[in-house]
């Protein structure tokens, strides 16, 4: 099945690699082209994660980073456009809203395939976002499996398991912003859409019905026998996973990743360590990398940023810049504040050029970062590690470089390892 949505693409791939190919069939009177793969994200993280496996197979592919500008790009020309409705922690009905608004717009851009991204532990609104999602598409058919068996999670008998556990025995069910709900699956298809027939599924089955189908997913090969089933009916069927599934669909229908880009920081310029995530693993990561020497470190104790002072201590000697706000006197401040202050400071350090690239932790702080920059779009280059996905933006008609990643993703040493990736090991 791998070739069925490819056709005559086998025969273009090779202009996604390269810039001057892809710079002619972006010039004007060159002719639209049509929109191959559509995702819905509730997140601006989980929309990077989703697009970066379609970026690494060479496709030309967008992220929109502020719900605001999803009409704008999905008229410019591309072969993956990803959006953020930044609904995660919105109420039920509101996010339902975000998501129905949003595949209005996609809809008519006419993209072969619809992918709904949902967090892999079904925080937010999940099911929800899904059924409006398919409600407004009119897909007869949703295929839901946030299975990411590469970071522990899997689907057993219709539930959710983190390393083997329960997804209701684990913290995430405990999460304060946005905990997935208590009631299993069937349970709330049912409760949203009593007309709609449920099923659990395993991957050795062969799916010829209808309805809201919850595939059963333990290994990546369990994913892309669940890929290859759900994109053999494109324009039926809503795709809903994680970054896992987004992964074994662009695998199924684009075929093997092309070399990776290699990003290299401009002289004189900085790496900025950017974390506005909270969680563990972003923590032991920011950790391992204030150990390391050469490196300048800046613990904003109330979120702010003195970008004059600190770009007056930068110089070509320090590879990077670690940001990671800490509670005073115990008292930790609002999410949205924290990631506002991030953002503000970050940006009025990138336009002094004091910063070549940047990795950012949580997916508000990016989009605090964006929004001060005034960058409503990343262009997604491709995937540095699994869930970690690399992206440019301009400033000021200068590139940057921008990693992203979900707080709880990644390995204890990515931080240090982005700093020797980027060419700035001293």
Not at 29 to 53: F, H, N
Not at 267 to 277: A, R
Not at 312 to 331: F, I, M
Request: charged letters at 20%; proline letters at 6%; one cysteine or more.
């Amino acid at each position: 099945m791998g070739s069925r949505l490819r056709g005559n693409d086998d025969s273009r791939r090779g202009r996604f690699r390269g810039s001057d190919e892809r710079d002619w069939l972006h010039y004007p009177g060159a002719g639209a082209r049509s929109m191959k793969v559509a995702i819905v994200a509730d997140d601006l993280t989980g929309a990077l994660d989703a697009a970066a496996p379609f970026a690494k197979r060479g496709l030309d592919t967008r992220v929109v980073c502020l719900p605001d500008g999803i009409a704008a790009a999905a008229r410019t020309p591309c072969d993956v456009l990803a959006v953020t409705t930044a609904s995660r922690h919105l109420p039920a009905e509101r996010a339902e809203t975000a998501v129905a608004e949003a595949c209005r717009v996609l809809v008519a851009a006419a993209p072969e395939v619809l992918f709904k991204k949902i967090d892999s532990t079904l925080r937010g609104n999940p099911v929800a976002e899904s059924l409006a999602a398919a409600r407004i598409t009119r897909r007869r058919r949703v295929v839901f499996c946030p299975a990411a068996p590469s970071q522990g999670r899997t689907v057993r008998n219709g539930a959710v398991h983190v390393e083997g556990v329960p997804l209701s025995e684990t913290a995430y069910a405990r999460d304060a912003l946005s905990p997935p709900s208590p009631d299993p699956l069937d349970v709330q298809v049912k409760r949203l859409a009593a007309g709609m027939a449920y099923r659990q599924v395993a991957v050795e089955e062969v799916w010829d019905d209808e309805g809201f189908l919850v595939a059963d997913c333990a290994t990546d090969l369990d994913l892309a026998a669940v890929a290859e089933q759900a994109t053999a009916d494109p324009a039926g069927t809503l795709l809903v996973g994680a970054g896992g599934l987004a992964d074994a669909v662009a695998g199924s229908l684009y075929g093997s990743p092309v070399a990776p880009a290699e990003p290299i920081l401009p002289d004189g310029t900085t790496l900025l360590f950017l974390v506005g995530s909270r969680a563990e693993k972003s923590r032991k990561q920011a950790a391992m990398l204030a150990s390391r020497d050469g490196t300048l470190i800046h613990l904003a104790a109330d979120a702010e940023i003195d970008a004059e002072s600190i770009g007056d201590s930068l110089n070509g000697d320090v590879e990077a810049l670690l940001v990671q706000p800490v509670a005073r006197g115990g008292v930790s401040l609002e999410a949205e504040l924290v990631a506002a202050r991030l953002g503000a400071g970050a940006a009025a350090l990138i336009a002094n050029g004091h910063i070549g690239g940047m990795l950012v932790t949580g997916g508000d702080t990016l989009a605090a970062v964006l929004r001060a920059l005034n960058a409503p779009t990343l262009t997604v280059v491709s995937e540095l590690y699994p869930g970690i996905p690399l992206t440019r933006i301009d400033v000021g008609g200068l590139p940057l470089w921008v990693v992203s990643k979900a707080g709880g993703f990644g390995h204890d040493s990515l931080f240090t390892d982005l700093v020797t990736l980027f060419g700035r090991k001293r």
